[in-house]
């Protein structure tokens, strides 16, 4: 668990939410304008390097407190410039965060138990740092975000790299998938409804909302949570669920609401700008094996149409028949989840869906491998067919293969240099001064100088 400390650290990187060194003798070490920094952030920061595995040398404690002094810049400015987050924006981001812990504990109760408080008092005291997260953000977006690269930048940004200094792509691979998901018979439809229609009456009757959720729930990640979804915006919710929660008042529980996920009860708990805070409990309608079999007969004659016919393409079936509202519009097209492309490694795809792996293992394009019973994101089964688009074998980066990623790497640099030009034109306007003792440092920006010039005033 104390890996996860560090963890749960680098991701938020302030002092309040981690276990620290109780003996550290803390001080404040810079300040910019009206921020402070303190030398338990620094050595917070370096605890977190360490745990990442990443090489250390003797500057490193140096380029971290120079990463902090850029933050404290960044935000400095875009208070001067009224970038201020709204409280919707940070209770989605602090819910965001708490779910994801509580997932890694796994139990709200082991996370409050691990750090001594309560979930509320964590949220607590996330506020202002993720607030602070949030302007610095929104302030390097401001000041980085419109940077752009031409065709001829990215041509001009590879012919300037080294030969022997081009990247290696590993072999890659290209999938579609075509997906059927089973019909779900009226019989299962009732049952569904009519157990969650027995729980509103007893919620009416006195008992807790939150309770039969923990208990009897089928989503697995908000009955941990007595049902709670936390904070969230229409766009995040499907529209059948977002069209009754937006329209019930504080703690009415509605009736039965039918999404692509099944039944659900629906209570609201707070309402806060354009977002709602909702808890509900889901019921799926199972499926029985005579449907899991049609949907199975159904992509067997697919799959032989598609080998047969000329004109039916595997794109053209997974676009005209396939169930899966991800690939459907895109040929079946599957998005590697790691890079956003469609392209993946051999060893992403045993890591992110193994059972995927193990269907177009021995594939060769053009294969068609399937049908296989698989397990969608939301946790209902499916059949499904796939085939290899294409394979892409190792080779050195080059243009014509590996352009977007070419065009990354040079919008990278493009930015990078935007903000590098900022730092440089704006260490000098704000009030800076840095402990003496990082005066060894061997910093990118003259923070030093800078001090010596807020020195000059103070005397």
Not at 108 to 113: R, V
Not at 204 to 212: I, K, M, N, P, Q
Not at 292 to 313: E, G, H, P, W, Y
Not at 426 to 445: G, I, P, S
Request: aromatic fraction near 8%.
């Amino acid at each position: 668990m104390k890996k996860l400390s560090l963890y749960v650290l680098l991701l938020i990187g302030y002092s309040s939410f981690a276990q620290g060194d109780e003996n550290l003798v803390d001080g404040v070490v810079a300040v910019i304008g009206e921020n402070m920094i303190l030398k338990s952030e620094i050595e917070e920061q370096y605890a977190s390097f360490l745990q990442s595995g990443k090489p250390v040398n003797d500057n490193t404690r140096c380029e971290l407190f120079e990463e902090l002094l850029f933050s404290k810049l960044l935000l400095g400015q875009a208070e001067e410039d009224s970038l201020f987050v709204g409280e919707d924006q940070i209770n989605s981001e602090i819910d965001r965060r708490l779910r994801y812990f509580i997932s890694q504990f796994g139990s709200k109760e082991k996370l409050e138990e691990f750090y001594e408080k309560s979930v509320e008092e964590i949220r607590i005291e996330f506020h202002d740092p993720i607030q602070e997260q949030l302007m610095t953000q929104r302030m390097q977006e401001q000041i980085s975000g419109n940077a752009s690269v031409s065709p001829g930048e990215v041509r001009a940004f590879y012919d300037e790299i080294p030969k022997d200094s081009l990247p290696e792509i590993s072999a890659q691979i290209e999938l579609n998938q075509l997906v059927r998901k089973p019909p779900i018979n009226e019989g299962e439809r009732d049952k569904a409804r009519n157990k969650l229609l027995e729980f509103r009456k007893r919620i009416v009757e006195g008992e807790d909302f939150g309770t039969l959720a923990y208990l009897y729930s089928e989503d697995p990640g908000s009955a941990r949570e007595n049902g709670q979804l936390g904070f969230m915006s229409r766009s995040e919710l499907v529209s059948e669920f977002a069209a009754v929660a937006f329209n019930l008042e504080k703690e009415e529980v509605s009736g039965v609401v039918e999404t692509e996920f099944g039944f659900h009860l629906i209570k609201m708990n707070e309402r806060s700008g354009q977002k709602v805070s909702v808890s509900h409990i889901l019921i799926s309608p199972k499926v029985v094996s005579g449907d899991l079999l049609a949907a199975k007969s159904f992509l067997d004659s697919m799959k032989n149409s598609i080998q047969t016919i000329d004109t039916l393409t595997f794109e053209l079936a997974a676009t005209l028949f396939s169930e899966d509202k991800e690939t459907r519009f895109s040929g079946g097209i599957i998005v590697n989840p790691l890079s956003g492309s469609a392209k993946f490694e051999m060893e992403q795809v045993s890591q992110i869906d193994p059972s995927l792996y193990l269907m177009i293992d021995k594939l060769k394009v053009g294969d068609i491998a399937g049908p296989e019973l698989a397990q969608m994101r939301d946790g209902s089964r499916v059949y499904r067919i796939v085939m290899l688009k294409d394979v892409t074998d190792a080779h050195t980066a080059n243009l014509k293969q590996d352009y977007q990623f070419i065009q990354t790497l040079a919008l990278n640099k493009k930015q990078s240099e935007v903000m590098n030009e900022w730092i440089s034109s704006h260490v000098n306007r704000f009030y800076l001064k840095v402990d003496e003792r990082y005066n060894t440092c061997k910093f990118k920006y003259n923070w030093i100088s800078t001090t010596a010039k807020a020195d000059k005033k103070d005397e």
